[in-house]
Nanobody, 115 residues
């Protein structure tokens, strides 16, 4: 059993910053991928950023240069530092853990950016 607990969402003005955290617990494999997805109302869930246990990171073009993903492997925790936030970043942000062959999701945390 794997649990993902997210924190750090909230309301911020455009241009502001937020930091999301996601802690994984349970049966965590040494090889995995942890990342953040988001889903805005009426839109599909999309990848924001992810990082592998090997240290490779991927960041969506829409947030590149503004968002940074990092991992603390000892704590099985990932972080998403979000700077220069825009109203279009408003969405529910979901933590994701993929360890073959299963995908796990957090409960989601709301990020709202006001203009």
């Amino acid at each position: 059993q794997v649990q993902l607990v997210e924190s750090g969402g909230g309301l911020v003005q455009a241009g502001g910053s937020l930091r999301l955290s996601c802690a994984a617990s349970g049966s965590i494999f040494s090889i995995n991928v942890m990342g953040w997805y988001r889903q805005a109302p009426g839109k599909q869930r999309e990848l924001v950023a992810e990082g592998t246990s090997g240290g490779t990171t991927t960041v969506a073009d829409s947030v590149k240069g503004r968002f940074t993903i990092s991992r603390d492997s000892a704590k099985n925790t990932i972080y998403l530092q979000m700077n220069s936030l825009k109203p279009e970043d408003t969405a529910v942000y979901y933590c994701n853990l993929f360890q073959h062959p299963r995908n796990y999701w957090g409960q989601g945390t709301q990020v709202t950016v006001s203009s």
